[in-house]
């Protein structure tokens, strides 16, 4: 069959492998000169940053996990212990929150506690669970910590009114402590929580993106076209014509919403379904630091706007030992926006290296250099009501015999892991379907 795959990513470099392995026809379409979308990666002067915030590899798949390593043959990977922790004021909090209690000033965890032991109650006495985000939160932990983190991060990262999100996406990805760990820990008993992604790997050189080449060097040659942005696509019979070559099959894995814009003959309602689909999107400032003693930890959360604009710090240099020349660090921040971009790139990093430096993460005089990097599409916005139209975009394209793989590509809250696993199970369909 005549395959195209459009998007160069980590999807539609596993889609495209997989599918020529089994002797398909294909052609994969990349508007960049470059592959690796969302999880590509740059090394300045020795020190390497992934774009789109720090990537970690991990995942509960074995075949996934074993496809993603393999890639990394030459380049050979290092194993970490995820340690991460939010900055509350002046101090760190294990992480997650609900596990980190005993952590706070005695004051606020004992708001903490009562709040929640009061939601815990409410919620056993039948309390429905409401259909937002802010409200959820309120219901599963209490106000407490919603005052200290729930409401002030994800204000933070989401940059809409917490009302007008729904509660179709926190499930697996809020993490949710049992009543016993909350009291242990609010009591100064350490409890681990979310033991998910507990170790990480992590390419030893190139970045993420290094995953991205590994598996992108098992497509045989003349299949991938960079520089290729594509503007249209037309059905035709069975058929599917991309910028005026026909496919038998297309496999998207563009953002949803851009794909509804250069499709022909869209109904009115699946057309506006698409539009209805939105995105947050990411700057993430880079600093490499004159620095040899970088904190221990993985990432850090800042829920508080006063410590500056980003939600997430990554210690990149701890990823992996050949991150950053031999005595020096690299730390890189996440701030998300919303439509509108957080001010120039110098305002940004301006702002985060004052909130960081004021946290004692690291003095002025210590930054080598900065870079910064947008990415349009970081996140979901998980709007309420964004299920149904989902729903009704997802059920058109499958009409159309068109494959929506990957995270905006299938609108779907995906990490690499997954995405490798969608275009494993669509290559098998494929396979199933000859
Ligand atoms: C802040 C953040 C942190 C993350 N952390 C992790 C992590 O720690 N671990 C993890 O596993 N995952 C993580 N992820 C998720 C991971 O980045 C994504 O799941 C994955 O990269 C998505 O791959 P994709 O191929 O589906 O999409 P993308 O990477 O978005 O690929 C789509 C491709 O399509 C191309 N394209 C767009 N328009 C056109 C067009 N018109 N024509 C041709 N090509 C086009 C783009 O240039 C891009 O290359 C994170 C994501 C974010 C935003």
Same mark, same amino acid.
């Given at each position: 069959?005549k395959i195209?795959?459009?998007?160069?990513?980590?999807?539609?470099c596993s889609?495209?492998?997989?599918?020529?392995?089994?002797?398909?026809?294909? #052609?994969?379409?990349?508007?960049k000169g470059r592959l690796g979308? &969302?999880?590509?990666?740059s090394?300045i $002067?020795?020190?390497?940053t992934d774009?789109?915030? +720090?990537?970690?590899?991990?995942?509960?798949?074995?075949? @996934?996990?074993d496809?993603?390593?393999?890639?990394?043959?030459?380049?050979g990977?290092?194993?970490?212990?995820?340690d991460?922790?939010?900055w509350?004021r $002046?101090?760190?909090?294990r992480?997650?929150?609900?596990n980190g209690?005993?952590? !706070?000033?005695?004051? $606020?965890?004992?708001?903490?506690?009562?709040?929640?032991?009061?939601?815990?109650? =409410?919620?056993k006495?039948?309390?429905?669970?409401?259909d937002?985000f802010?409200?959820?939160?309120?219901?599963?932990? +209490?106000t407490g910590i919603?005052?200290?983190?729930?409401?002030?991060?994800n204000?933070?990262?989401?940059?809409?009114?917490?009302q =007008?999100? *729904?509660?179709?996406?926190?499930?697996?990805?809020?993490?949710?402590?049992?009543?016993?760990?909350v009291?242990?820990?609010?009591? *100064?008993q350490?409890t681990?929580?979310? @033991?998910?992604?507990?170790i990480?790997?992590?390419?030893?050189t *190139?970045?993420?993106e #290094?995953?991205v080449?590994?598996?992108?060097?098992?497509?045989p040659a003349?299949i991938?076209r960079?520089?290729?942005?594509?503007?249209e696509?037309?059905?035709? %019979?069975?058929s599917y014509?991309?910028d %005026?070559?026909s496919?038998?099959?297309?496999?998207?894995t563009l953002p949803?919403?851009?794909?509804?814009r250069?499709?022909? +003959?869209?109904?009115?309602?699946?057309r506006?379904?698409?539009?209805?689909?939105?995105?947050?999107?990411?700057?993430?400032?880079? &600093?490499? &630091?004159?620095?040899?003693?970088?904190?221990?930890?993985?990432?850090?959360?800042f829920?508080?706007?006063?410590?500056?604009p980003?939600?997430?710090?990554t210690?990149?240099?701890?990823y992996?030992?050949?991150?950053?020349?031999? +005595?020096?660090s690299?730390?890189?921040?996440?701030?998300?926006?919303?439509?509108?971009?957080? *001010?120039?790139?110098?305002?940004?990093?301006?702002?985060?290296?004052?909130?960081?430096s004021?946290?004692?993460f690291?003095?002025?005089d210590?930054?080598l250099f900065s870079r910064?990097?947008?990415?349009d599409h970081?996140?979901?916005?998980?709007?309420?009501?964004l299920?149904?139209?989902? =729903?009704?975009?997802?059920?058109?394209?499958?009409e159309?015999g068109?494959h929506?793989?990957?995270r905006?590509?299938n609108? #779907?809250?995906?990490?690499?892991?997954m995405?490798?696993?969608?275009a !494993?199970?669509?290559a098998?369909?494929?396979?199933?379907?000859?």
């Open positions: 069959m195209a795959v459009l998007g160069g990513g980590i999807t539609g889609a495209a492998r997989l599918l020529a392995a089994d002797g398909h026809a294909v #052609s994969l379409f990349e508007a979308g &969302l999880c590509a990666s090394t $002067d020795g020190f390497v774009h789109a915030g +720090g990537h970690i590899l991990f995942s509960k798949d074995k075949e @996934v996990m496809f993603m390593l393999a890639g990394l043959g030459t380049v990977y290092h194993t970490s212990k995820r991460t922790r939010i509350l $002046d101090r760190f909090v992480y997650p929150f609900e209690l005993c952590d !706070l000033r005695d004051e $606020d965890r004992y708001r903490a506690l009562r709040d929640y032991i009061v939601a815990w109650h =409410e919620r006495t039948g309390t429905p669970s409401p937002n802010r409200d959820w939160c309120l219901w599963r932990f +209490g919603c005052d200290l983190f729930m409401h002030p991060y204000s933070k990262i989401w940059n809409v009114p917490l =007008e999100l *729904g509660t179709a996406w926190v499930e697996g990805r809020v993490p949710d402590a049992p009543m016993e760990d009291l242990k820990s609010a009591l *100064g350490h681990a929580g979310y @033991v998910h992604q507990a990480f790997h992590y390419p030893l *190139g970045g993420f #290094s995953v080449h590994g598996i992108a060097a098992g497509i003349g991938v960079l520089n290729t942005p594509v503007r696509l037309r059905r035709v %019979g069975g014509v991309v %005026g070559e496919f038998d099959e297309v496999i998207s949803l919403a851009a794909l509804g250069m499709l022909e +003959g869209v109904p009115a309602a699946v506006d379904a698409f539009a209805a689909l939105d995105h947050v999107s990411l700057r993430t400032v880079f &600093l490499a &630091l004159d620095k040899a003693d970088a904190p221990p930890h993985s990432w850090i959360y829920p508080d706007k006063q410590d500056g980003q939600n997430r710090v210690w990149l240099s701890n992996s030992p050949r991150n950053a020349p031999p +005595g020096k690299s730390v890189m921040a996440e701030v998300t926006w919303y439509r509108e971009r957080p *001010g120039t790139e110098a305002e940004t990093t301006e702002a985060v290296v004052a909130g960081l004021a946290g004692g690291f003095r002025r210590q930054i910064v990097f947008d990415v970081a996140y979901i916005l998980y709007r309420s009501g299920e149904a139209h989902l =729903e009704r975009v997802r059920a058109w394209c499958a159309q068109l929506v793989v990957g905006f590509g609108y #779907s809250y995906f990490n690499s892991d995405c490798v696993r969608a !494993l199970d669509l098998a369909k494929f396979k199933a379907r000859c």
